[in-house]
């Protein structure tokens, strides 16, 4: 039985992680990425210390505008400082952190349902 979620054949659906890095539509994408329903990007982030709102600008700046943005902090869960969270609450978007492993999964069901997410994720 065939568990994948429907997701149209121009959104980015992530296939795999690990190796230090990720397969997304069928590319491989090594080191950090941040990935939309349109496209993915290789995000300049070394580790959970270096991310900063300036690391997120794209987030705030996509169109369709982000509302749910998936924050994979690699092999375990860490959590974000409570300034970035107030930084992404106050421009309307809800940053929720998780392994990075979750946050993938998690990414591919809220893109199947077609909602506004983006995925920050570091590899492992």
């Known amino acids: 039985m065939d568990i994948t979620p429907f997701v149209p054949a121009d959104r980015q659906l992530i296939q795999g992680y ?3 890095g990720f397969r997304i539509s069928g590319n491989r994408h090594e080191g950090a ?5 349109g ?26 505008k982000v ?11 860490l959590l974000p400082s409570p300034e970035l969270r ?4 106050e421009r309307g978007v809800v940053l929720e952190a998780m ?9 591919n069901v809220l ?3 077609e909602r506004r997410v983006a995925a920050a994720l ?3």
């Open 18 to 20: 690990g190796d230090g």
């Open 111 to 113: 893109l199947a349902e």
């Open 39 to 64: 496209q993915t990007l290789a995000w300049g982030v070394a580790d959970f210390a270096a991310i900063t709102p300036e690391s997120l600008a794209p987030v705030l700046e996509a169109a369709p």
């Open 99 to 107: 392994d990075t492993g979750a946050a993938c999964r998690t990414y």
């Open 122 to 124: 570091l590899p492992f």
């Open 67 to 77: 509302e749910l943005l998936l924050l994979g902090s690699g092999g375990r869960m």
């Open 86 to 89: 107030r930084y992404f609450r």
């Open 33 to 37: 990425v941040l990935v939309f329903p």
